[in-house]
């Protein structure tokens, strides 16, 4: 039987850091070590996006069915 | 003094109570809203090593001003009305452009058109922020085959422009415009109306009871597709008037037959790009980084369109989620049978969630007809 309980268990933590109140303005002037490294995985990660699937303008990728 | 994010940086956060609510496709509005603010996060982390990184390659900027001045409108906009910002930050094709150019520039590999006209999207942004801001201002922003795109608003055109070119926007007392090739487009009062040289981005909206649905038909924007640049593709008016009673039938099932998603949908889906009718088939897709927006062919009934909309706000909710957190290594080589598809596919998270919607809406929106089979998985606590 499990024992755990999602009312007990630690939040999950990301690696995202929560910019929603900075401004343009200060977020410009933003470099301090935990801001640098969830920029970089941020940016790791989107450099790793492949191109499953190619936009097509031709016709909602030829019918296919994409998921 | 170093802004709070510097000396006390807060992460986005989930809660496994949350989570669970996502895997039994029971999230709240609140859940759709901290993903969308976690995008926000994401996009700003993106576009601030964008400009960082660009400003220091010589000759990034092509023809159009320096990226400082994206980021200085950017302050000005929101100084002026955050919401403006914030707005242009929700806009989910920021986030597939930022995603794009965020490659071509780590990745050194070419894209459609020259590096200067993605980079130079982010003046396109800062533009569009500032008309929605009303300020007065002047800068240039990237035409791609004469057409130059203000994101969230519309297009202004320049027939006879070269393939790569840049043009003009100027704000001057509540009123705007785009000049290039010896042409000046005044953009309407209402920019998402149509104007002599401008077209506009669409909306469609709909009431059923208390839910309110809003979306866009952007058949406009280069970055709304699913991974590259694509010129528009636009609507003929006979059509938009096809969707706007698909999307009122659809939405109609959906308040009727499953009204928590009612409420929900509106915050995570807020953007179709139309796509012409396939018959025997309803075609959609959507990706991670355009959070908030599906691609969608155009359907043949309102419970086809009704089943697509749940389909792809469900990949929305989960490509939020996978920018949030890791839920799998990624391997490329890997190719894994499921228990609704014939194919192998990649492994994907998404797969553990998308199919639920279909039954979702086969067995509710479509009382009268076989649901169609799956197999509910959830995501294993590690």
New interface residues.
């Given amino acids: 039987m499990s024992s755990?309980s999602?009312?007990t268990?630690p939040?999950?933590?990301?690696?995202?850091?929560?910019?929603?109140?900075?401004?343009?303005?200060?977020?410009?002037?933003?470099?301090?070590e935990?801001?640098r490294r969830?920029?970089r995985h941020?940016?790791e990660r989107?450099?790793?996006?492949?191109?499953?699937?190619?936009?097509d303008?031709g016709?909602?990728?030829g019918?296919?069915?994409?998921? | 003094m170093?802004?709070?994010?510097?000396?006390h940086?807060?992460?986005?956060?989930?809660?496994?109570?949350d989570?669970?609510a996502l895997a039994r496709m029971d999230g709240d509005e609140d859940m759709a809203r901290r993903l969308r603010?976690?995008e926000?996060?994401?996009r700003?982390?993106?576009i601030?090593?964008l400009l960082t990184e660009a400003t220091k390659e010589p000759g990034s900027s092509g023809p159009l001003p320096s990226l400082g001045a994206a980021?200085e409108l950017?302050?000005r906009a929101?100084?002026r009305a955050?919401r403006a910002?914030n707005r242009m930050l929700a806009n989910p094709y920021t986030g597939s452009w930022?995603?794009y150019t965020?490659?071509l520039l780590?990745?050194g590999i070419g894209g459609v058109g020259p590096l200067w006209m993605h980079l130079g999207y982010a003046h396109a942004i800062a533009a569009a922020a500032a008309i929605r801001a009303e300020l007065d201002f002047e800068t240039a922003i990237p035409a791609w085959h004469g057409e130059a795109m203000l994101p969230s608003l519309g297009m202004a055109e320049f027939p006879g422009a070269e393939t790569f070119s840049s043009v003009v926007v100027r704000g001057v007392n509540g009123r705007y415009s785009v000049s290039g090739a010896g042409t000046t487009v005044h953009l309407p009062g209402a920019p998402d109306s149509d104007a002599p040289g401008w077209r506009g981005i669409r909306r469609v909206r709909s009431q059923v009871g208390a839910h309110r649905f809003s979306l866009w038909l952007d058949d406009l924007d280069p970055y709304r597709?699913?991974?590259?640049p694509?010129?528009p593709?636009r609507l003929p008016d006979g059509e938009v008037t096809d969707w706007q009673r698909l999307i009122d039938e659809a939405c109609r099932l959906i308040a009727a037959h499953l009204p928590g998603l009612a409420r929900i949908m509106p915050v995570g889906l807020v953007s179709l790009v139309p796509?012409?009718q396939?018959l025997f088939?309803?075609?959609?897709?959507s990706t991670?980084?355009a959070f908030g927006s599906a691609?969608?062919?155009l359907p043949t009934d309102g419970a086809s369109l009704a089943e697509t909309l749940i389909?792809e706000f469900q990949?929305i909710v989960l490509g939020g989620l996978l920018?949030?957190?890791e839920l799998y290594e990624?391997d490329?080589r890997e190719r894994i049978y499921v228990a609704w598809r014939d194919d192998p596919r990649?492994l994907i998270s998404?797969k553990l969630l998308?199919p639920v919607a279909r039954p979702e809406c086969g067995t509710r929106c479509r009382p009268r007809r076989r649901p169609i089979r799956s197999r509910r998985t959830a995501p294993r606590?590690r």
């Fill in positions: 755990f999602a009312s268990e939040d999950i933590e990301s690696a995202l850091i929560d910019l929603d109140a900075v401004s343009f303005t200060a977020l410009r002037e933003l470099d301090g935990a801001f969830s920029a941020v940016v989107t450099t790793h996006v492949r191109a499953r699937y190619r936009s303008n016709g909602a990728g019918g296919e069915r994409i998921d | 170093p802004p709070a994010a510097e000396s940086p807060v992460f986005h956060r989930l809660s496994w109570r989570f669970d603010r976690a926000r996060s994401r700003k982390l993106l601030h090593a980021w950017l302050a929101e100084a955050p910002v930022a995603g965020t490659r780590r990745n597709g699913l991974y590259e694509i010129p593709e796509k012409p396939v088939r309803n075609p959609s897709a991670g980084e691609v969608v062919g389909h990949h920018h949030l957190v990624p490329p990649p998404r998308s606590r």
